[in-house]
């Protein structure tokens, strides 16, 4: 069970936008497929969704709830959630730092 | 698009498919696919086969009665998984077959493709060609004078379509009106001199005859060589039939003309003279 998302390769970004779209209630593909589009303002092929869905799920950082009409839904686990916020918070204190620089005196 | 990519879930391995396929059909069924989209799949599929460690783990929880907030999860463990059984995957060796074969199969349809694509026949343009003229209201409505008996110029398949009666009734000085000749009183006359090839212009208005620019080789107004011009045959003629009312001249067979001398239809000018 891992926490980091890094050593997901190509499949990092889509999985931490996936984890997000789950961090208000549970989704089916479809859904999150939707939401992390307008999200990221990217597409998500159905490859890459699924690829990104296996890999979460193997490391118990969602779960599958049972099929409604053959759509199942996906819910973030409680180590996912930790997981998401762990990357959130390391993003954080990036863009902060960045933005702080951006703003800060041009001397050096 | 919708059946390719449901044909690309053939692909993916047997465990993937009975976890996934369901639910991926429909989300396929939603979505407007693009391009992009079967590419991702087959990308997908790639990735399926080829990192085990991505393999789904059957795993189902009990369903909670509402959304759980982020901060609940974060301290309450996920509790009654359930681990499925072990799921029969695709071996190393049956993956490599499988792709070998989609390989040999996929060259040998590009082979088949090529060789369909080289020997259907292509668009016919040029000699060789069946031209549509029109119908026969159509070509009365584009070119009046034809119904009077002045051939018509088709330059497509480089011919003078001459409407018989109305023909030889110009060449003798009377006025016919024939707007719809049968399909056996239509000729069209290649307006390639058959002496040594020249362009042969339309008929004169002095007498209604062909005469070559070249050689002033000459012919009556349906073709047949006259006694002036070094022509050994009348010009050659194309078939003409008419198809559901439609003139289709047909410049993939060319008809000899009839040889000097044979002269069916004789106009009132003397047979030695030419157009000047």
Known sequence: MSGDLGDLGRFAEPSLLILVSLSDKPRHGYAIMTDVEELSGMPLGPGTLYAALARL??????????????RRPYRITAAGAQALRTQLVGIESVVRAGLTRLDGPADV | MHRLARAILSLYPTAWRERYRGEVEDLLRRRRLRPSDVADLLRGALD?????????????????????????????????????????????????????????????????????????????????????????????????????????????AQAFLVNVPAAKALALGEVADVTEPAADQLLALWRKCPHLGCMIPQVCESRSRFQCYCHSSTYNILGEKLERGPAQRGMDRFPVRIDEGVVIVDTRELISGPPKGVVTFRDSHPQDEGCS
């Open chain 1, 57 to 70: 799920e193997a490391r118990r950082l969602i779960e599958a709830l049972p099929a409604e009409d053959r």
């Open chain 2, 48 to 156: 399926a086969q080829l990192h085990p460690q991505a393999r789904p783990v059957l795993q189902l929880a009990v369903p909670a009665s509402g959304p759980v907030p982020v901060s609940a999860m974060v301290t309450k463990p996920a509790f009654g998984m359930v681990e499925s059984a072990s799921l029969s995957l695709i071996s190393r060796r049956s993956f490599l077959r499988r792709m070998l074969g989609a390989g040999v199969g996929l060259l040998s349809l590009e082979f088949l493709g090529g060789t369909v694509a080289f020997l259907w026949p292509g668009p016919a343009e040029g000699m060789g060609a069946e031209y549509s003229v029109g119908t026969l209201g159509e070509i009365n409505a584009r070119f009046p004078e034809w119904a009077h008996g002045t051939p018509m110029e088709f330059r497509p």
